[in-house]
DNA sequence: ATGAAAGCGCTAACAA
DNA sequence: TTGTTAGCGCTTTCAT
């Protein structure tokens, strides 16, 4: 039991230590190598107060020197709990969804969680995103960044275990959610369009079979945020009918091929093709046309379109995106944009999950479902102005 | 125990079970529920060939309706695997990385693994990324993208288990490890450049204290991609100096102000302002400059600094990037890049590390070490043509 | 084909 | 302050 000298050699044998190379050092180990219980050796390591401290201390050194650390699964299977969020995100590749579990898990470290994010998975033939229920709750409490999954779909997820979604939960009630402000946000920027002298607007990254009346139910980020333009451009007699929206994938790829699309159907309808620099001249020459993409992805793609086809931005067309990604802001032309704050809303999230933890663990009755908005501003750059 | 009317009521009692609201359904549970022994509902439902057919079937299906999900921390605990890789990743915002992330996951999952990923922490002050080792070891293998780590914090974080870098590995040894082919794609590009006509060269990203003579030992991506640069250029009699490395961050904040001020000294060094397009002119007019990035993220905030300042890309400055970052394609201009082969990349690394963990388990010795290196192409865009 | 017993490594509760 | 007992939920023997 007395201080050996070799102050580094993990797995050194300090007494009677079987030479298997392949062992893991248990508690019950350590216990035989100070000769304390495992009781002793537990509480010491955990820093629980009933050890004297110069056990303690030296039942640490020992532990250390062993290479002691504890299985994870053993303590979860004793405490019913691991400690870990899970994140469940969309596809780390695509840049808003990587900011949210930049800052999701942030927070959550700070607050004294693990953190383990897995990708939601695409479903064999299909490009949809599925969320396959794995078998191994390990995991406390579940974040999910999934853009469009139903209420029924989390809650057989989480089983049991708290959770709190992040995206289109319009129609959520007992699940915890954040939302982006879709219509809010749209608006504002269907608005800043029309202030800065856009008279005919083009959405970028609608599908044709979203309901743009009032009275269709509305869901989904895409579909929201389309309908709240349309009823902002409305208010200024601005209507958005088939041909001014363009579909596309919220992709770099599917931005570009809109807007090349629509540069070529702008340059036959009004455009007056001027010698020399190849720009497009609408016929409206006062009036910019108006871009609404609905996502940066979207917009980005489009201004390389637009570079590439000669048209002008924003002289000819005025740009805005939504998200606020990092690279908008070196976007040539910098990209305006619907930015989210995603810190402020990380904060708020796991803060919440948090709470939802506790309570359930100590069986305390949770108040009603949260359901807030991810904060925004709108960000004018040069696409726009 | 009859069949229910209800297909979809997870939780319904079926006989005599207590109307706890917070109970989890056990092994035990089910069994009671049966009328068989534990044993066999857990032959049952994991399909091991020693139950009848009709009984896995009426086992399977109570529960089910149960909602019975094993607890994964007493599997874990029996089993001693947990079936699931940990990935620790730099930084989810960072492009390359999370494009790492996603396609290791895609190929974890596919090899039937789950996936935690996992981000390294911002130490206190500093700007350092640290690997604080967690107590908890509940993944069966590690896949560590760092690109600035040790093999002995390699090894400390491993703990044993089977472990893989993908980063700057040049001295490892023991560990298993993926490294960006810096030193060739390096020399690529520059070679790139020299053949595009560009007799003069600038490095962004490199700060002053790395080496550039032959014997110094050159670690980490960014010393690595810089001596090489340096050597091939030296090969045909362009000098990188001093004044020829613009230190930044490798962030499109680093690579905007670096470029910013390079384009500063250019126009007083030996620009000749046009009047009119306020574009410049270098002294030596059909000799373009060479802007060689160590990263592409570097690449992109350059390029916006060299918009806003008027220097024309490719015509004044030839501008390639590392990486093969999907947005470069989509920049204005196009960014020429050294691009890596990330799924194939991760595949190898994923294969490789499943191999680890199977023969870990079943006792079987390693191998040697793997040492691979992530295949690359240099992509020629128009910011180099 | 099915079941009973034992124990993976840990910690809460109680006893000393 | 320290030690003993029991058991978390599961699965591997080893009977039956």
Same mark, same amino acid.
């Given at each position: ?7 580094? +050699? ?27 219980? *495992?009781?002793?050796? $537990? ?36 405490? /019913?709990? $691991?400690? @870990?969020? *899970? @994140? ?17 898990? *942030? ?6 969680? *693990? ?30 960044? =999934?853009?469009? @999954? ?17 995206? +289109?939960?319009?129609?959520? $009630? ?13 608006? +504002? ?41 349309? %009823? #902002? ?11 001014? /929206? ?11 091929? =809109?807007?090349?699309?629509? =540069? ?10 001027? =010698? ?25 793609? #489009? ?11 924003? %002289? ?6 939504? %998200? ?14 619907? #930015? ?33 908005? @991810? ?11």
């Amino acid at each position: 039991m007395q201080s050996s000298q070799n102050g580094v +050699d993990a797995a050194a044998p300090t007494t009677t230590e079987p030479a298997d190379p392949n062992h893991v050092v248990t508690l019950a180990d350590v216990a035989r190598a100070t000769g304390f219980s *495992q009781m002793t050796v $537990s509480n010491a390591l955990r820093d629980r107060p009933k050890v004297s401290e110069a056990n303690r201390r030296k039942i640490k050194e020992i532990a250390q020197r062993m290479g002691y650390q504890a299985n994870a699964a053993a303590t979860m299977l004793r405490n /019913r709990r $691991s400690g @870990i969020i *899970q @994140i469940v995100i969309d596809d780390f590749e695509v840049p808003f969804h990587a900011s949210l579990a930049k800052y999701l898990a *942030q927070e959550a470290t700070a607050r004294g969680y *693990q953190v383990a994010v897995r990708q939601s998975e695409r479903s064999g033939s299909a490009e949809m995103r599925v969320l396959k229920t794995e078998r191994g709750l390990i995991y406390d409490g579940v974040i999910l960044d =999934a853009p469009n @999954i139903t209420e029924s779909q989390v809650l057989a997820h989480a089983h049991g275990r708290p959770a709190l979604v992040i995206g +289109d939960c319009a129609d959520f $009630s007992a699940v915890d959610s954040m939302d982006t402000a879709c219509a809010p946000g749209a608006a +504002d920027a269907a608005e800043h369009l029309w202030e800065r002298g856009c008279r005919e607007c083009y959405v970028l990254g609608a599908p044709a079979h979203w309901p743009t009346d009032e009275t269709a139910h509305r869901t989904g980020f895409g579909p929201r945020r389309f309908a709240a333009i349309v %009823d #902002a451009l409305a208010g200024h007699g601005v209507r958005i009918d088939d041909d001014h /929206r363009i579909p596309c994938d919220w992709t770099l790829e599917g931005g570009h091929a =809109a807007a090349a699309r629509l =540069a070529a159907r702008l340059r036959e309808a009004h455009a007056v093709p001027v =010698a020399g620099d190849g720009s497009v001249q609408t016929a409206t020459a006062t009036s910019p046309i108006g871009i609404l993409c609905l996502t940066d992805t979207v917009a980005l793609g #489009a201004l390389r379109a637009f570079a590439e086809c000669g048209v002008r931005v924003p %002289d000819d067309v005025r740009v805005i995106g939504f %998200d606020g990604l990092a690279i908008g802001e070196y976007a040539v032309p910098s990209l305006s944009t619907v #930015a989210m704050d995603v810190p402020a809303m990380a904060a708020t999230v796991v803060a919440r999950l948090a709470a939802a933890i506790e309570a359930q663990s100590s069986g305390a009755p949770l108040p009603d479902a949260m359901h807030e908005t @991810i904060p925004y501003r709108l960000v004018a750059r040069e696409s726009s102005r």
